[in-house]
């Protein structure tokens, strides 16, 4: 069955950098579109970053210039570099694939930015 795990979260002081990971399995990673979504508290979940089966990259306003997402075929995970980390970027990252119109999530894990 698909599974995805992600790790790398935590507490980092506004400005810090955090890198996350997802390690996927069950399904034909380097075929497959990969996102990372993210969900403050009271808040809807959203679509932070996406990259395609061919590498192509999508962002989320509130983070273009300081996140990169990108993907290793080969280890079957994919990655979001966070950089210049704000409060607001505070919140659960999970990792997501959707494969055969049915949307798989990840955990989740917390990233915290505060002084």
């Known amino acids: 069955q698909v599974q995805l795990v992600e790790t790398g979260g935590g507490l980092v002081q506004p400005g810090g950098s955090l890198r996350l990971s997802c390690a996927a399995s069950?399904?034909?990673?380097?075929?497959?579109?990969m996102n990372w979504y993210h969900q403050a508290p009271g808040k809807e979940r959203e679509l932070v970053a996406g990259?395609?089966?061919?590498?192509?990259?999508y962002y989320a306003d509130s983070v273009k210039g300081r996140f990169t997402i990108s993907r290793d075929n080969d280890k079957n995970t994919v990655f979001l570099q966070m950089n210049s980390l704000k409060p607001e970027d505070t919140a659960v990252y999970y990792c997501?694939?959707?494969?055969?119109?049915?949307?798989?999530w990840g955990r989740g894990i917390q990233v915290t930015v505060s002084s």
């Open positions: 997501n694939v959707v494969r055969w119109g049915q949307n798989y």
């Open positions: 069950g399904f034909t990673f380097r075929t497959h579109a």
């Open positions: 990259i395609s089966s061919g590498g192509s990259t």
